[in-house]
């Protein structure tokens, strides 16, 4: 049974909408049993990529394979070998959690009886059990996400897509929902997962391929990634306006580049390798030293500065009207 | 944590054959029927409203304006309403099939649908099929509020029931209307402004008022629709007051209840067909 085939193969994927590119010459290899994060910030592709993997959406170029069959030409196969959990939590509101997991499960084609126990098992494995009766009006957020993911591993699937399967979600629902990909991936599935956050990527994926204008811009383990663009930051905020030089020489110590400083938050920041080596030589100092600080630690860094790096130009932020009604546009 | 069956849940049953396939489409289309039937126990008062307001306008209509209206030709005309009022629930119901379609497929169950191995014809299908059900329920209650207020069908047992199958057949041809339009209209509230479509279909039309006494062009238009058909037909078939024109399309009423359906049919279910289809773009 093991094979050696990658579960992803996408090559040269294009997809525009009108003249807009969506996808522009995609490529991307996912082997089996790992976890892939796709990372880019709104607009970059991530989406369309993950709904013409999931056979959603028709590619007007390039070839895409997943789990060995052609997404184009085979898409009944695909889809049986698939899990799919779209950017909005894909669940009937009005029915309780135990009766869209049983829907979902007679429509997988597990027969009344193999319907009811599939559910069974998902609604304690998401540990979804005590509100099993509960309409879905009632769940939180975490809990809406838990019960998408459950119906999207009803066939325990071979390859699962997450697009952005924890923006909204308050931190405590962001954790329930990491740790129910966790316990997906130690049974031996594929993730695809798209995501706004560096954070998250580095939390979940093994390998991480950055995005920027429908094509892929880095490809890389998340250390790699991050060492390539600096690694993690220290970053100080002073009490004092007047404390910035002193606390900027401090860190300047420890920092492999030149710290940078914002004189209007008072923070001053440096990229680091050794984070916590780093960070307690710089706490001491600035305490010997009798120097004010109202915050100091570790961050990673945002987003935003990987593309500054990658790319020379900052995350585009596409007008927010314009993103709209291209958002309506794709509902349609 | 529990570990998955996952030997008793790969998928034994492949999808190829043509019988298979077949067997499978109607299974997927009787689980999501199944999904309709089930919205309608859990929220029972989304009933009450979807019969609220056929049952208010047979009060306000019957008793407010019922004694200053009077029936071309003669007759009671509260008897003249009753099939009108049905006629005007099933020309409405077209609303709800669009506000579901709109709904799932704003929230992303169109495309959980879409993205499963199941019969993709069945999401649409099983919509019809549940909405058909939902139809006949009201109906039902609409039948037992005309009985109360004292209307009578004195046709005879089939033609009753061939009156409203009537109904049922103009229902399923706006099913398609409804599937085409829920696809069309970007979200739930766009969804609500369909009323503006839905109200001047079911009243410009032999429902309240007989179409001779409208003004001519309005008469005309009142005529042709398919709505005025079917309730016309009805009233035929029921033996209440018709207040018959001598027009072609108001003497023909029977045969244009049977046509009318057809022709909706053959145009908004390839129109819906294809908007489904092209959801993949
Ligand atoms: N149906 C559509 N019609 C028109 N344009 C579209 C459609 N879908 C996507 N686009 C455009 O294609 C580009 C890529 O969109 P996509 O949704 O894949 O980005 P994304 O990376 O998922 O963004 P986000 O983080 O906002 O979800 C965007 O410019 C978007 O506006
Ligand atoms: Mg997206």
Not at chain 1, 173 to 181: I, L, Q
Not at chain 1, 259 to 275: F, L, W, Y
Not at chain 2, 31 to 53: C, D
Not at chain 2, 94 to 111: I, P
């Amino acid at each position: 049974m093991i094979s050696t085939e990658p579960a992803i193969v996408a090559k040269g994927l294009r997809k525009h909408y009108k003249d807009k590119r969506a996808l522009d010459g995609f490529d991307l290899v996912v082997p089996q049993g790992t976890v892939y994060g796709l990372l880019g910030p709104n607009g970059a592709g991530k989406t369309t990529a993950v709904r013409i993997l999931a056979t959603l959406v028709r590619l007007d170029g390039g070839q895409a394979e997943v789990a060995g069959f052609n997404v184009a030409t085979q898409a009944r196969q695909v889809r049986r070998r698939i899990g799919f959990t779209g950017q909005y939590a894909a669940v009937d509101e009005v029915l309780t959690g135990r009766q869209n997991l049983r829907m979902f499960g007679r429509l997988f084609h597990l027969g009344a009886k193999g319907a009811i126990r599939r559910a069974d098992e998902l609604l304690e494995q998401f540990g979804l059990v005590d509100a099993a009766d509960k309409g879905i009006k009632e769940y939180s957020g975490g809990m809406r996400r838990r019960l998408d993911l459950a119906a999207s591993m009803i066939l325990a699937p071979q390859v699962l897509f997450l697009d952005e399967p924890t923006t909204g979600l308050d931190p405590r629902g962001r954790n329930e929902v990491w740790e129910a990909v966790r316990s997906l991936v130690a049974e031996g599935t594929t993730v695809l997962l798209t995501t706004q956050y560096l954070d998250e990527a580095d939390q979940l994926a093994e390998r991480i391929a950055v995005i920027d204008r429908g094509r892929v811009i880095a490809d890389d383990t998340p250390a790699e990634l991050k060492n390539h663009i600096g690694g993690d930051r220290v970053e100080v905020v002073a009490h004092e306006v007047a404390d910035i030089p002193a606390v900027a020489k401090v860190v300047a110590r420890v920092s492999s580049g030149e710290p940078e400083i914002d004189g209007e938050s008072r923070r001053v920041h440096g990229a680091v390798t050794d984070r916590v080596g780093a960070l307690t030589e710089v706490a001491r100092t600035l305490q010997d030293a009798g120097v004010g600080v109202e915050d100091i630690g570790l961050r990673r860094p945002t987003l935003d500065e990987v593309f500054l790096t990658l790319t020379g130009h900052p995350a585009e932020e596409e007008p927010s009207t314009a993103e709209q009604t291209e958002k309506e546009e794709e509902k349609q | 944590m529990s570990t998955p069956s996952v030997e008793s849940t790969t998928l034994t049953t492949e999808l190829d054959g043509p019988g298979r396939r077949l067997y499978w489409a109607a299974a997927d289309s009787w689980t999501i029927v199944r999904r309709g039937l089930t919205h309608y126990v859990r929220q029972p008062s989304n009933i009450a409203w979807q019969l609220g307001f056929p049952i208010v306008s047979v009060l306000l209509f019957g008793y407010v304006f019922g004694s200053a209206m009077s029936v071309p030709g003669g007759g009671d005309y509260r008897e003249f309403l009753m099939p009108g009022m049905f006629g005007m629930t099933m020309a409405m119901g077209f609303m709800n099939t669009a506000y579901v379609v709109v709904y799932d497929t704003a929230r992303g169950v169109t495309d959980r649908f879409r993205s499963m191995p199941m019969a993709p014809s069945a999401v649409v299908t099983g919509r019809g099929g549940s909405d058909l059900i939902g139809a006949s329920l009201d109906l039902l209650v609409l039948g037992l509020t005309a009985l109360v207020v004292g209307w009578r069908s004195d046709g005879g047992l089939l033609a009753t029931l061939g009156g409203f199958a009537l109904f049922l057949l103009l229902r399923f041809a706006l099913i398609w209307v409804g599937v085409w339009l829920g696809m069309l209209v970007p979200n739930e509230e766009a969804a609500g402004s369909l009323f503006a479509v839905a109200f001047p279909f079911a009243m410009i039309s032999s429902v309240f008022v007989a179409p001779a006494l409208m003004p001519d062009w309005l008469g005309a238009i009142a005529m042709w629709n398919p709505v005025s058909s079917t309730v016309t037909a009805a009233r035929e078939l029921f033996g209440n007051p018709v207040a018959l024109g001598d027009s072609w399309v108001e003497q023909n009423a029977l045969l244009m209840a049977v046509v009318w359906p057809l022709v909706i049919t053959a145009v908004f279910l390839p129109l819906a067909v294809r908007r489904f289809q092209r959801l993949s773009r």
